[in-house]
């Protein structure tokens, strides 16, 4: 019997990080086929690679691998098929990034890993450091070793050139490059950012940094060139600031793309700020950058459960399964067989032969996705199938299961 969950993956695939066996682009969403047989809990999307995590705790990469970003040493520039990251036996990963060029994983310990390029100490580890000939030690690193050692982590996100963890008892730490070469110098042992407590949620873009707090309160750091920290003007912030005009919301989801970053209202409502070209923030034709939050009109009342932001595009999840995506549309990216750079979003249709249930035959209903994840110029997610007879079950309610 085939599954009724599937992995799905649209936009460029030039360095194989749709996962689908070859390196073209897809206009339409296509099946991650060789991920079939696992049960995947969440799916990343990079720059220019994937990777998933599956119920187990194994965890899948694939795309791009010339810095050691798939977790192994590059034997080609690029892989398009989804392969097993090796770790010490007993581990479960629950939760990943992909940076710039580095990934960041959990483990359901606590325990922080990190690999792939380090120039900038992302990974944690010392990157001045030489060998007897003077030789710098270790640009790359291409399988994962531990990082962050004495924090308890929650939560891993990766930024350009540096790392943020969140820790179990609330705490931020961050490490590597957080601002383009120059203005900051680097530090590859983890720093606590100050001034941050009781935080249930961070996201990460290039070079920015959100932090959402338990008691609602969203805080940024970093980069501002467009706005995209929410503050009302494009000064950068080397300590966290209130982000303006969401104190009245009860925030439940943040995301940060490139330049650009949403929050997510416990009413299914979407506010974006920060770079607006290519219409990545979703308010139609008007695609300036924006320095404080403002409602995305064009989403309200579809129910937003989830939004994913990506290099120059986005995609919001709707509660009953459909995908919006709105930005840049070369490649492919937004999903729906045209390539056309719009600010208004637009359904993007999961149009998959339907699973056969248990006699052979193809069920009636629809798929539906759970979760999104925008790349730099791509996308995947997680849909499951809704039959129709079980749509109508729930409606009625599990009455015959109380009688039985």
Known sequence: MASNTAIIAWGSGEDGQLGIGNNEEKEWVCVVKALQSERVRSVVAGSRNSLAICEDGKLFTWGWNQRGTLGHPPETKTENIPSQVKFNPGVKIVQAAIGGWHCLAVDDQGRAYAWGGNEYGQCGEEPERKDDTGRFLRRDIVTPQRCAPKLLVRQVAAGGTHSVVLTREGHVW???????????????????????????????????????????????????????????????????????????????????????????????????????????????????????????????????????????????????????????????????????????????????????????????????????????????????????????????????????
Not at 232 to 240: F, L, M, N, Y
Not at 279 to 289: A, I, M, N, T, Y
Not at 357 to 371: D, I, P
Request: with cysteine; glycine share 16%; hydrophobic share 30%.
């Open 174 to 404: 961050t490490w590597g490059q957080p601002w383009p070469p120059g203005d900051i110098k680097q530090i590859s042992t983890p720093v606590r950012v100050q001034g941050l407590d009781r935080v249930k949620l961070i996201a990460v873009g290039a070079f920015h940094n959100l932090a959402l707090l338990e008691d609602g309160i969203l805080w940024a750091w970093g980069n501002n060139e467009y706005g995209q920290l929410g503050t009302g003007d494009t000064q950068p912030r080397s300590h966290p600031i209130p982000v303006h005009g969401l104190s009245e919301f009860t925030l439940v989801d943040i995301a940060a793309g490139g330049w650009h970053s949403t929050a997510l209202t416990d009413q299914g409502e979407v506010y974006g700020w920060g770079r607006g070209e290519h219409g990545r923030l979703g308010f139609g034709e008007d695609k300036s950058s924006k320095m404080v939050p403002q409602k995305v009109q064009l989403l309200v009342g579809e129910d937003i459960v989830q939004v994913s932001c990506g290099g120059t595009h986005s995609v919001a999840l709707t509660r009953d399964g459909r995908m919006f995506s709105f930005g840049r549309g070369d490649h492919g990216r937004l999903g729906y067989g045209r390539k056309q750079t719009t600010g208004h979003p637009m359904n993007v249709p999961i149009n998959l032969p339907s699973p056969r249930n248990v006699s052979g035959s193809e069920g009636e209903g629809n798929w539906c996705a759970k979760f999104v994840a925008c790349g730099g110029r791509h996308t995947l997610a997680i849909v499951q199938w809704q039959d129709d007879e079980s749509e109508q079950f729930n409606k009625k309610g599990d009455k015959t299961l109380g009688e039985a």
